[in-house]
C-alpha cells in the first residue's frame, strides 16, 4: 500500500482542512511539539480500521477541544496499480465510503461496513468489537507503523504472521502437523516429568516400579523359604541317622547296666553289715579306753600323793626350822648397828657447829676491813669536791671570750690603724701646742664639740674634714675647711669600727685584743685545772661508782657486822681478838667425823637388808607348805572317787579285761565280713552306666527335639503351600515386568518422538527466525559500526540478545534503552522489507522514534532508512527536523506550517 | 497272559508357568486334568498298574491342597495299584512331598517306592525295580542300584534321570546309561525326567511329560506297555492325554497384511479346541508399520478365541518403505524429518536389521525445500556467529532428510537415552498410530 494524500477536517488541532501529499519513497513531516503530527499519525490509523460507527472515548477524543464538529479524514492511496479513497467522518455525521479512481476520478464503490471491512482488509487487520479499532486488529500497520514511544515488535499472529512466513519463503508446520506435534507433547507430559528424567506419578510407571520391587522382594523371601526347606530335609535326613544309632547305643548300654544290679544289691547289703559291725567296735574300743584312763588316773594320783608327802616331811619342815633360827640372830645385828650409827652421827654434829663458828668471825672481820677503808674514801672525795666548787665558781666569774671573737677584735683593731693611716694620709691633721694653758672648744662639721683644756706645752691634735672650728678662748676661732669628701666617709667608718670594737671589748672587759687573748687563755688554764680535779674523784671513787655507792655500801657493810656481832655473841671490839688460825682444823675434824657417821650407817643398811631376806624366805616356806597340804587333800578325794564307782581297784581291773575281750571278738567279726566284699565295686560300673544312659537320654532328647523341630518347619512349609505362593509370586513377577518393560518402552518412544519433535520444531522456527536475525545483525552492524555481533531472535520474532562471539549473548534488555530500541526498529524494517520484497512496496510510518539514539548512529539509520525507502514508502515524523538536514530529494512536509 | 501298564512321569503338579504367566494358573490346572485323563486311561485299557516314573511333584514344598488334589486323582484309579517313584524333583527324603500325613495315610493302592527294595506287582508276574531319586543332583547312573531279584517273569527297572546322550545331559544331573536295561537284563526300562517322548531302544522309553509345558516340545503322551512275551521286546503305544495344545508357526512378512491376515485365519480355522490352544506366531521379515496395526488387530482377534497369544516380532525388521505413514510422510516434511531421524537412530543402534527409507521423495516437494533461500552468500560471508546458528538450522538441511548422526547423538546424549531398535520399533509404532488419528 502506497500513501498518496491524507486530508484531515476538524480533527484535534486541525479545525479546517489539512492536506498531505506523500511521496512514494520517502516523506519527512516535520512540526513542533503539538503542532499536530500525532494527530495524522492516529487519523491514518482511525481512517482505515476504526468502524466509522464507533463513538468510543478514542473516536470523541478525536474532536477539536470544546466542539461538537465531526472529525472527518480522507485517505488516497495505491495497491498495485489500483488507486483508491476512503472518506471517513465520525460521531454525528458518521459515515465511510471508499472509492476507486476510474482513471478521472474517485468512484464510490463500497459504502458503510463494508467499506470498513474492505479497508481493514488492505492491511490484514481484523475486525474489532465496538470502538476503536486497538492495536491488536491493526494487521501490518501494527508491524509497519511504528508509533511514538513504543517500538517494541508487536506480536504476530495469524495472517500476519502468516505473510511474514510467506515473505520469507519458511515452511511451517501445517494444522495436521501442528497437532501431531501437539499430541507428541502432550502423550510425554502424560508421562515424563518437564526434564525428560523421571516418570511422574500419573503414569502409573513409578507405582509399578514400586509393585516390581515388592515382588521380587517377596519372590527372593520365597525362594529363601523353600531352599530352607530343602536343607532342613537335609538336616533331618541327618538327625534321624543320629537318633538311630543313638537309640541302640542306649538300647545296649542299659542291658548292661540291668544285668550288673544283682550283684550291686549284694554288696550294697554287704556295706550295711559291715559299716553297723565298725560302729559296734568304735563303742567297744572307747569302752575300754575309759577303763584305761581310770586306772591309769589311779595310779598316778597315788604316786603324787607319795611324793607330796615326803617333799613336806624331808625338804620344807626343816627349812622352816633353819630360817627361822637364822631370822633372830640377824634381827640382834641390826639393833647393834644402830645404835653406833647414832653415836657417829652426834659426833658429826658437834664438829660442824664449831666449824661454822670459826668461819662467821672471819666473816665479820671482813666487814670491818671494808668500812675503814670505805671512809677514808668518802674523807678524801669531800675534800676534793670543795676544791671543785672553788674553781667552778672562779671559771663563771672569767671572761670568756672565744677564739673568734678574738679574731675580730684583732681584725678590727689593724682595720682602725689602716683607716688612721688613711686619714692622716687623705686629712688635714692639725696639732697644737699650748705655749700657755688654753681653754677652747672645737666644733666639728657635723655638729659635735670637743671642748679642750691645754697646759703649757701640752698638745692636741685635730683631724679635720670637711669643715671645723676650733675656738680658743680668748685666742681666736680657726676655722677649717677640708675639701676631700672621702675623709667625712673615712671618718664614719674609723667611727663605726671604732664603735664595734669598744662594745667587743667592753663586754670582755678588756682594753685590746691583745689582752682579750690573754683573758681567754687564762681561762683555759683555770678549766683544764678543773679536769684534773674531776679525774682524781673518779679516781677515788672507782669506775662508775658515786658518792652515794659508797655511802650506801658503808651502810650495809656496817649492818653486816652489827648482825654478824649478834650471832657469834661477841662485841666488834672482841672480834679483833679472835683468833683465826684453829679454822682448818675445825674443817677437817668435822670431815672425818661425818665419814665415819656414814660407815655406821652403811653397816646397819647392810644387816637390815639380810633381816628383810630372812623374813621372805621363810613366808615363802610357808606358803609352799600350805599348797602341798592342798594338793593331798585334793588327790585323795580323786583316789576315793575312782574307787567308789567300782568298790575296789580290782573290780576296776576286772571290768578293763573283760571290755578288751569284747573288742577283740568284735574286731574278728569285721575282718571276715570286709573279706567278703568284692574286688570291684559292682556300684561304680553301674554309676558310669547310669551316667552314659542319661548323657544319651539327653542326646535323644535334643535330636527328638531338633527332628520335632525340622518337621514342624517342612509342615509349616507345606502347610503355607510356600511353592505355591513362590510360583505364583514369580509368575505376577513375569508379568509385572513384561508390563513394566512395554510402558517403559513406550515412554522411551515418546521420549525419543518428543525430543526430534522438538528439534524438528526448532528447525522450522529457525527458518523464519534465521533469516530475520541475519538481516536485523546486518542492520545493527550498519548501524553501530560495530562487526561480529549477532542479534538473536525468538520464534515470536523479537530482538532477545546480542550474541558477541559464542556462548557470550547479551541479553536484549540489558542493552541500552538506545540499543534497544534500534534493535526492534531494525528489526520492523527488516520485517518491512521482507513483506515488501513479495508484496510490493508498502508503507512504514515511524512517528518521531530514535529519540534515545546518538547523532552517528542516527545518521546511519536514515542513510539505511534512505536505502530502504528503494522498497518501502517511508513516511517520517520528526520534531527534529535538524537531524535530516540535507536529504537531497527528500519530500519535507512542515505540519505548522500546512495548519495556517 | 499279558500284562499291561501305563507309563508316565514328569506331571509336576505345581510347576511355574512364568513363560505365560497370564495364563498360568490355566496351565498347571491342565496338568491335574492330565493325571486325572491318565487315571481314566488306566481304567479304560484296564491296565495292571499305573507307573509314575519321577516328578509327580514339580517340589517337595508344594502346598498340601495340591497333594491332596493329586491323591484325589489318584484314588480313582483304584484298584488299579499306582507306583510312585520320586524324582529330582520330589526326591525321597526326610521332609519329602511323600513323607506327608496325607500320602502316610494314602489308600493301600498307592504306593511310594521310596528305597531300592523290589515290588512284586501283578501277582508276581513283574518285579518293579526302582531306583528313586534321593538327591536334588547326583553324577551316580541310578540303574545301576537297581536290585537284582530274578524271581519274576518280567523285570520292569523303573528310573530318573538323563540318558547320556552327548551334548544333551548334565553329568550331575542323574545319567544313565543308553544301554542300561540290556545291562540290567530289564524286559523294560520306564524312564521319567526328559519332557519330549524319546524311545532309546526298543525296551526303554522316555515318555515325556504328559501335559506340554512349552512351545516346540513333543509331549503330551503317556506309554501304554505290553509285556507278553520275556523274549521279545514289549509293545509300547503312544496315548495322547495332554490337556492344551501349543502351537506354533513362522509366516513371511513381506507379503501384503491382507495376505498374512488371511494365512493366519486359515490356519487357526484348521486347529481343534481354540480354547484350550496357545499360538505362537513366529513373524519373519519386514514389518511396516500398516503390517504392525494388522498383527495388533490380529492379536486381539485371536486374544478373544484362544488361551494365549503370543506374536514373536524379533526376527522381524521394521520397514517404513510402503505404506499410509509413507505416504503421508510425502506431503507432511515435519513428519517426512520425524521419520527420517528415526530412521537415522535406528541405522546408528543396530546397523544389521536397520529399517531403511527406499525411494526417497520427489524432491519438487514441499518437504524438499531448502531452508538458506533467503540469506544471500554476502550475508553468510559478513556474519562470523554464523556457524552456530548454522548448525542450529542443521547446515541448512531440507526438513525431510535425516538430521546429521552426529547432532542425533548428542539429542540423546542431552536427554540422557539409551535408545536400542526396540524403543525406534516402538516409536513408529506410536508415530503411526498418532498420525492416523491425526490425518485420519
Known sequence: MILERLEVRSLGVFRETVAIDFDEAFTLVTGENEAGKSTLFKALHHALFTPYGSSGQDVRDLQPWATSLSPQIEVDFRIGERRYRVTKSFLNQARCVLSLWDGSRFQPFAEADEAD???????????????????????????????????????????????????????????????????????????????????????????????????????????????????????????????????????????????????????????????????????????????????????????????????????????????????????????????????????????????????????????????????????????????????????????????????????????????????????????????????????????????????????????????????????????????????????????????????????????????????????????????????????????????????????????????????????????????????????????????????????????????????????????????????????????????????????????????????????????????????????????????????????????????????????????????????????????????????????????????????????????????????????????????????????????????????????????????????????????????????????????????????????????????????????????????????????????????? | MEVRFIHTADLQIGMKATHVASVADRVRQARLETLERIVACARDHKVDFLLIAGDLFENNTVGNDLVYQVLYALEQAAPIPVYILPGNHDYACPGSVYERPAFRSAPSHIHVMRTNEPWSVSGGRVALLPAPVTQKRSGADPTERLSVATEAHFRVGVAHGSPKIEGMYQPDDHPISLDAATKQGLHYLALGHWHSWMELDERTVMPGTPEPTKFGEESGFAALVRLKDPNRPPHIERLPVGKLGWVSRTFETSVSPDVLHHRVKEWVAGLPDLSDTLLRLQLRGPLTGEMSATLSELEEWLRIRTLYVEIDRSETSPSLSEGHLRELAVSHPFLAGLLADLSQISAMVAPNRAFQLEAAPATDGDGARMMTGLMTRAESARAPALKMATEMRMAGEPLHEPLPSEILRNLLTDARMEVDLEVVQEAIAYLAHMAGEVWQ
Open chain 1, 117 to 900: 471491512a474492505q479497508i481493514r482488509s488492505f492491511l490484514l487487520g481484523e475486525r474489532p468489537g465496538t470502538g476503536a479499532a486497538g492495536e491488536k486488529h491493526r494487521g501490518l500497520a501494527r508491524l509497519l507503523w511504528v508509533p511514538q514511544g513504543s517500538v517494541t515488535v508487536p506480536e504476530l499472529e495469524g495472517a500476519v504472521r502468516t505473510r511474514i512466513e510467506e515473505s520469507l519463503d519458511a515452511l511451517t508446520l501445517d494444522e495436521g502437523e501442528g497437532r501431531l506435534f501437539g499430541a507428541i507433547l502432550s502423550r510425554f507430559e502424560d508421562v515424563w516429568n518437564k526434564k525428560g528424567t523421571d516418570f511422574i506419578k500419573r503414569s502409573g510407571l513409578p507405582e509399578l516400579k514400586t509393585e516390581l520391587d515388592r515382588l521380587e522382594e517377596e519372590l527372593l523371601r520365597l525362594q529363601r523359604v523353600v531352599q530352607e526347606a530343602e536343607q532342613s530335609s537335609e538336616v533331618l535326613r541327618d538327625v534321624e541317622a543320629q537318633l538311630r544309632a543313638e537309640k541302640e547305643s542306649e538300647l545296649e548300654i542299659r542291658q548292661k547296666r540291668d544285668n550288673l544290679a544283682g550283684e550291686v544289691k549284694r554288696v550294697r547289703d554287704l556295706k550295711l553289715v559291715i559299716e553297723k559291725t565298725r560302729t559296734e567296735l568304735e563303742q567297744k574300743k572307747n569302752h575300754l579306753g575309759k577303763l584305761d584312763g581310770l586306772r591309769r588316773d589311779l595310779a598316778r594320783r597315788k604316786e603324787e600323793l607319795r611324793e607330796h608327802n615326803e617333799r613336806m616331811s624331808k625338804v620344807l619342815e626343816p627349812r622352816k626350822a633353819a630360817r627361822e633360827a637364822e631370822l633372830s640372830a640377824a634381827n640382834a645385828r641390826v639393833e647393834a648397828a644402830q645404835k653406833q650409827l647414832e653415836q657417829a652421827e652426834v659426833k658429826s654434829k658437834r664438829a660442824w657447829d664449831a666449824w661454822q663458828r670459826q668461819r662467821r668471825v672471819s666473816d665479820a672481820k671482813e666487814q670491818m676491813e671494808r668500812i675503814a677503808s670505805n671512809e677514808e674514801t668518802l674523807r678524801t672525795v669531800e675534800g676534793l669536791l670543795v676544791e671543785q666548787k672553788a674553781l667552778r665558781d672562779k671559771l663563771s666569774e672569767m671572761p670568756n671570750p672565744t677564739e673568734d671573737e678574738v679574731k675580730e677584735a684583732r681584725r678590727l683593731e689593724a682595720e682602725l690603724q689602716r683607716l688612721e693611716g688613711r686619714l692622716e694620709a687623705t686629712g688635714m691633721k692639725v696639732s697644737f701646742t699650748a705655749s700657755s694653758d688654753q681653754k677652747g672648744r672645737i666644733s666639728h662639721g657635723d655638729g659635735t664639740h670637743e671642748d679642750i683644756e691645754l697646759g703649757v706645752n701640752e698638745s692636741h691634735s685635730l683631724l679635720v674634714y670637711r669643715d671645723a672650728t676650733w675656738e680658743l678662748d680668748g685666742v681666736g676661732t680657726f676655722q677649717f675647711h677640708s675639701g676631700d669628701d672621702e675623709v667625712g666617709d673615712l671618718v664614719r667608718m674609723k667611727e663605726n669600727k671604732e664603735e664595734a670594737l669598744k662594745s667587743l671589748l667592753l663586754y670582755y672587759g678588756a682594753d685590746t685584743a691583745a689582752s682579750m687573748e690573754k683573758h681567754r687563755l687564762k681561762r683555759q688554764e683555770v678549766a683544764q685545772e678543773l679536769q684534773r680535779l674531776e679525774e682524781r674523784i673518779t679516781d677515788q671513787l672507782g669506775k662508775g661508782r658515786t658518792l652515794e655507792d659508797v655511802q650506801a655500801e658503808l651502810a650495809t657493810a656496817r649492818r653486816a657486822l652489827g648482825s654478824l656481832c649478834d650471832v657469834l655473841g661477841v662485841s666488834e671490839d672482841d672480834l679483833a681478838a679472835i683468833d683465826l688460825s684453829s679454822n682448818d682444823e675445825a674443817e677437817t675434824e668435822y670431815e672425818s667425823a661425818r665419814a665415819h657417821a656414814d660407815q655406821a650407817r652403811q653397816a646397819r643398811d647392810e644387816a637390815k637388808a639380810e633381816l628383810d631376806r630372812l623374813i621372805e624366805e621363810v613366808s615363802s616356806i610357808k606358803e609352799e607348805i600350805a599348797g602341798t597340804v592342798e594338793q593331798q587333800r585334793f588327790l585323795q578325794g580323786e583316789i576315793s572317787k575312782i574307787l567308789t564307782e567300782f568298790g575296789s581297784e580290782e573290780r576296776l581291773g576286772e571290768a578293763h579285761i573283760e571290755a578288751l575281750l569284747e573288742k577283740e571278738a568284735v574286731e574278728g567279726l569285721l575282718k571276715r565280713r570286709e573279706a567278703e566284699l568284692p574286688q570291684n565295686d559292682p556300684e561304680k560300673e553301674y554309676e558310669t552306666y547310669d551316667r552314659s544312659l542319661d548323657e544319651i537320654g539327653a542326646e535323644i532328647g535334643r535330636l527328638e527335639r531338633e527332628e520335632a523341630t525340622l518337621r514342624e518347619k517342612l509342615r509349616q512349609v507345606a502347610d503355607d503351600g510356600a511353592y505355591q505362593q513362590l510360583v505364583a509370586t514369580e509368575e505376577t513377577l513375569v508379568q509385572k515386568k513384561e508390563e513394566y518393560r512395554q510402558r517403559r518402552l513406550q515412554a522411551e518412544a515418546i521420549k525419543l518422538l518428543k525430543v526430534l519433535a522438538e528439534t524438528r520444531h526448532r528447525q522450522v522456527i529457525d527458518q523464519v527466525t534465521g533469516p530475520v536475525s541475519e538481516r536485523v545483525s546486518h542492520y545493527f552492524e550498519r548501524v553501530t559500526g560495530i562487526v561480529g555481533r549477532r542479534v538473536l531472535v525468538d520464534p515470536e520474532l523479537k530482538p532477545t540478545a546480542l550474541a558477541v562471539g559464542q556462548g557470550n549473548d547479551v541479553k536484549s534488555d540489558l542493552l541500552s534503552t538506545g540499543a534497544r530500541e534500534q534493535l526492534h526498529l531494525l528489526t520492523r524494517l527488516a520485517l518491512g522489507r521482507y513483506l515488501a520484497a513479495q508484496h510490493g512496496r508498502m508503507l512504514f510510518v515511524l512517528d518521531d522514534s530514535l529519540v534515545n539514539t546518538d547523532p552517528r548512529r542516527h545518521r546511519r539509520f536514515v542513510d539505511l532508512l534512505l536505502e530502504a525507502s528503494q522498497d518501502l514508502q517511508i513516511v517520517l515524523l520528526t520534531c527534529h527536523p535538524e537531524r535530516y538536514r540535507g536529504m537531497d530529494g527528500v519530500k519535507k512536509v512542515g505540519v505548522g506550517a500546512v495548519a495556517v
